[in-house]
């Protein structure tokens, strides 16, 4: 009678578990769906950024880990890897494409695929660069946020020439390799003649170049320093900021990380709101929007911030014009 107990007792056993393996197998086919993250930027030095751009994924209730997955290719600054990551992802079927860290990435992403869904993040002119038809209707499978950090050098200029009024050259670091490189010469050769001030721009596209431009600059003959928007320059900003505080040289940069990390002033966007945006229209597209129908949103959010810390170090002294016009003043 046991025994027999037990036999029945084994046969309803297996005839459960027998039941369930499909429903297991069916469990484990349910796949999350795949964003692959290109940036032309560095996994270290771009950490505030993807929490941005997580935190708007979980606006739309998209969160990394439980009903998606990220896919991170980081360029480090070196451009011409990014069209061999831009493939790399698309061929491993990502459902979005979030370009990330200036026109290289996106246009990148753009050369890999006109399929997949691509959400970018830029400093400049989309339709200039041929990433789109035009800012209301993308068009095709691309839309994005322009960041307008290559195109603030003209302001940068001004606020710099009202801190260091005397006569004197400003030099420009500028990235050759970066498609915005020649807009950004234009731009600030405009402004320089526009506020009687001449410019002299400095080139530097790898470490080498980066050593030999502030070689140049402690020769003398310098009255201050702009440094460019680049994802080249963003991802060395320690190295570069080290470099000018030995030269105590006034200097002004397109973000306020920079003055975070002991630059005397920034002007530019919020990187944070730039890609929390481009977190959202990432998460829009997993939930069924087109990219074509997404129009290219533009930040509207710049910040001045002065770092009082650095510019007591200069001997600099703000006028109440310039700190009335700061959004945040480092103290």
């Not at 996994?43 to 941005?52: M, P």
């Not at 709101?273 to 481009?278: F, I, K």
Request: include cysteine.
């Amino acid at each position: 009678m046991t025994a027999c107990i037990r036999r029945r007792e084994f046969i309803m056993l297996l005839g459960g578990a027998a039941a369930a393996w499909p429903l297991a197998a069916r469990a484990q086919q349910v796949t999350m769906p795949v964003i692959g993250f290109l940036s032309s930027r560095s996994a270290d030095e771009a950490k505030q950024s993807v929490t941005a751009f997580r935190s708007g994924l979980r606006t739309t209730g998209h969160v990394d880990g439980q009903n998606v997955v990220i896919e991170y290719r980081w360029a480090d600054g070196e451009y011409g890897r990014l069209p061999e990551l831009a493939a790399d992802l698309v061929q491993r079927g990502v459902a979005v494409l979030a370009a990330t860290g200036g026109e290289p990435s996106a246009l990148a992403a753009k050369a890999a695929t006109s399929t997949i869904p691509i959400v970018f993040t830029i400093g400049g002119d989309p339709v200039k660069v041929g990433l789109v038809g035009s800012l209301n209707r993308p068009g095709g499978n691309v839309t994005g946020v322009s960041l307008l950090s290559s195109l603030a050098d003209t302001k940068r200029l001004g606020l710099l020439n009202e801190v260091v009024p005397a006569t004197g050259v400003f030099d420009v670091l500028i990235n050759p390799n970066f498609q915005a490189a020649e807009d950004q010469s234009r731009e600030v050769q405009a402004a320089g003649r526009a506020i009687g001030r001449p410019i002299q721009i400095v080139n530097a596209g790898n470490d080498q170049e980066l050593e030999q431009a502030f070689a140049t600059f402690a020769r003398g003959g310098v009255a201050a320093l702009l440094v460019a928007a680049d994802p080249f320059f963003t991802i060395r900003r320690d190295r570069i900021m080290a470099l000018v505080a030995q030269l105590k040289l006034p200097a002004i940069y397109a973000y306020r990380e920079y003055a975070d990390a002991g630059g005397l002033m920034s002007y530019g966007i919020s990187l944070k709101e730039g890609y929390h945006q481009a977190g959202v229209y990432t998460g829009q597209v997993l939930k069924g929007a087109k990219p074509a129908d997404l129009p290219v949103l533009q930040s509207t959010k710049f910040e001045f911030v002065i770092n009082l810390k650095t510019a007591k170090t200069l001997g600099i002294k703000f006028s109440e014009n310039v700190l009335s016009l700061a959004d945040d003043v480092i103290e």
